[in-house]
């Protein structure tokens, strides 16, 4: 499966932003899905991932309430809406998948990653 990411961009704080993963190749629903970020300096962390069906999702403790992921199998996409964005989510936005069980949240459990899209949150 090929991912491109797309959405990012500069906002103020407090603003929001909604980054599209699109997928392309093998059939989408086979996979898990996943949003990772990286900020400058720092290590890879998780943000959120979602089920192969959409029905299950998880996030990152500190981004619960903020950001939403979502995905539409049949147009072979994932979404993450980032609400109230902080300075200090600026990062690289990756999106992942994976094709095995169960959840997680390590990024070198995914096999599967498109280009970043930066978000630069300004305070």
């Known amino acids: 499966v090929q991912l491109q990411a797309s959405g990012g961009g500069l906002v103020q704080a407090g603003g929001s932003l909604r980054l599209t993963c699109a997928a392309s190749?093998?059939?989408?629903?086979?996979?898990?899905a996943g949003w990772f970020r990286q900020a400058p300096g720092k290590e890879r962390e998780f943000v959120a991932a979602?089920?192969?069906?959409?029905?299950?999702?998880y996030y990152a403790d500190s981004l619960k309430g903020r950001f939403t992921i979502s995905r539409d199998n049949g147009k072979n996409t994932v979404l993450l809406q980032m609400n109230n964005l902080k300075p200090e989510d600026t990062a690289v936005y990756y999106c992942?998948?994976?094709?095995?069980?169960?959840?997680?949240?390590?990024?070198?459990?995914?096999?599967?990653w498109g280009p970043g899209t930066l978000v630069t949150v300004s305070s």
């Open positions: 979602i089920s192969r069906s959409g029905g299950i999702t």
């Open positions: 992942s998948a994976r094709e095995s069980d169960p959840h997680s949240s390590k990024w070198d459990d995914y096999a599967y």
């Open positions: 190749g093998r059939t989408f629903n086979s996979y898990r």
